[in-house]
């Protein structure tokens, strides 16, 4: 299976760039591709720039990185309780494209945070407009105090029973 992974963060240091990256480590069977959204950067979306001038190529190419894909891996970094505006507008400019991004594609969505929260309020965002979109939502997991739960030197998940419930989640593809 074909799995495009989608860290929702254009920071550098992403805390969920290294949970995509520590999530993909453990889908061996899988043909994974891990995108850096910071390859689609775009004008912030406005319905006045998209007559003007179109939609931009970088829309179209995620759009088509999505259509080439199997199932979706994505972790959403949270600002303030929602996507980053990379991410928002990112997708934004995808609808434009089609508004069914996900294109029926299973999903896996993952967040997590420094703090204890875990990104939960994004995820829930996430998880329920995912249908509006075409997303088929199988599991979604929020991880908690980050820097507790996942060492920085080996870049794994130390906390036995929040890495069983990532390895649950991610299993839920061999059920596709």
């Given at each position: 299976?074909?799995?495009?992974a ?8 992403s805390i969920n760039?290294?949970?995509i ?7 061996p069977?899988?043909d994974?591709e ?13 319905s ?21 894909a ?14 980053t ?18 294109q029926?594609?299973p999903?896996i ?9 875990g990104a939960?309020?994004?995820?829930a965002?996430a998880?329920g407009?995912a249908?509006f ?36 989640a ?7």
């Open positions: 299976m074909k799995v495009l989608i860290p929702a963060s254009n920071s550098h240091k760039k290294q949970l990256n520590y999530a993909t480590s453990l889908m069977q899988h994974v891990v995108i850096d959204i910071n390859d689609y950067e775009m004008p912030i979306y406005s006045d720039l998209e007559e003007a001038y179109g939609i931009p190529e970088a829309a179209s190419s995620f759009f088509y990185k999505i259509q080439q199997d199932a979706l891996l994505i972790s959403y970094a949270e600002h303030n309780g929602n996507y505006v990379a991410y928002k507008n990112l997708f934004d400019w995808a609808t434009r494209v089609n508004m069914k991004v996900y029926g594609k999903i969505m993952l967040a997590t945070s420094p703090g204890p929260g939960k309020s994004v995820l965002l998880s407009s249908h979109f075409d997303g088929q939502v199988k599991a979604s997991l929020s991880i908690p105090s980050f820097y507790e739960n996942f060492d920085q030197d080996s870049r794994t998940i130390t906390n036995p029973e929040m890495n069983a419930k990532l390895q649950a991610l299993a839920v593809l061999e059920l596709n």
